[in-house]
């Protein structure tokens, strides 16, 4: 039995790692609805002002998986608290950027703070709790998390309105400061198993992910077929292999490939990139469908995403409940099943004269399927590997979670380019459209991947034999 100190320390783990969690959310969300007053303020071009997101997302994909390394190696604990500590300092750049060029480079150094912070977060949360208690932790994890989302957005256009863009950086300062002391002061230390750090490993996976994401970053710009993007991609794969080949000869290898094996590790990731992609590529187009389209300013357009975003915090952390009774397969599949309905309910009525309330029924049922489907998703994955292996796996979630949002962003982009535009109301909305289909596939694919996972009955067999 728990003793009160042992319940305290558990309260503290979750409360700053999700403090962590969602203040590097709240800097990613925030700026939705921010892009049309920057682009104003530096005179630049929507292509060159996507890479304040893309730049974020490169560095952040690339290094996550070194970052849990390193928290492994160095000691968890300590690195987290770096990580947050190099995300404030970046947020500060961010607020002092003079053009676009100094934003981009401020929000990559933003992107490998967050890399450090992330997996780390969820590696850190995952040993203070058992398997039992673990669902549930997660799910409120999630939940704060989602908070970010729920208010990122409105917070955003409402700072951009009435204070000017540059705030949405500076508010980081004052939470990661107390955030640090907080980390040193109150979480125990905890480091991975006691191996070299595998530096062939994450030189391999850090360009091959580097590889793979400016393909899918520069695809709809300069051309699928263009040497540079095919010469990526190429590239991408096949570092990717070695990488893979690497680690199978290793002696202490970064990511043990044996935890593919496991049918929950394995169909929680593949899920999970899905879903995602689907989640992040709605999140870059709606908002501005809302404001170019419907003609909402960036503080209403935040705002109006709250049917979908709100029902995180609500169905997260109930979801995360419910796991340990039904399993995370029927909740994955059902989740991604009412992402994929709600979403193509959208692509299906969409019209530059359609009342906003015609959106509210679809983007609920989208949310509360996605929040039902991620706390069960982290939990399949986590719960497969044994607790010293969580950093790795946690890096591994993350890592296939920002592709994933990557991919989804450029597939559903390069489809509203090759059925629409934003020159009007009505090419956008036909852009929207097909854009919002495509994401619904997604969805329907992680669904089906979904199904992969093992009844609730051997996922609490397979965890327990992992915890022996």
Known sequence: MQTPRERNEQRWVLGLTALASFMMALDAMI??????????DFGSAVETLQWTVNAFNLTFA???LTGAALGDRFGRRRMFAAGIGLFVVA????ALAGDAAALIAARALQGAGAALVMPLAMAIL???????????ALGIFSGITGCALIIGPAIGGFITE?????WIFWINLPIGFVAIALVLARLRESFGPAAPLDITGLSL?????????????RGNSAGWASAEVTGALIAGAALAATFVLWELRATSPMVPMRLFAARPFAAGIAASVLFYAAMYG????????LQIALGFDAFGAGLRLLPWTATLFVTAPIAGAMVNRFGERTLVVTGLLMQAIGLGWIGEIVTPSMPYSALVAPLMLAGVGVSM????????VLSAVAVSEMGKASGVFNMGRFLGGMFGIAALVASFAANGAADSSGHFANGFAAAMSLAATLSFAGAVAGLFLPMRRRVVATAARQDA
């Open 205 to 217: 996976v850090a360009l091959a992910a580097l590889a793979l994401v400016w393909g899918l970053l």
């Open 282 to 289: 709605v999140l870059f187009l709606l908002p501005q469908f």
């Open 162 to 166: 009435h204070l000017g863009w540059r």
């Open 373 to 380: 489907a991620m706390p069960a998703a982290q939990n399949a």
């Open 91 to 94: 947020s500060a750049a961010c």
């Open 31 to 40: 700026m939705t609805t921010a892009f049309a007053t920057i682009r104003a």
């Open 62 to 64: 690339v290094l996550l």
């Open 126 to 136: 995952s040993g203070a709790f058992g398997r039992e208690e673990r669902a549930r």
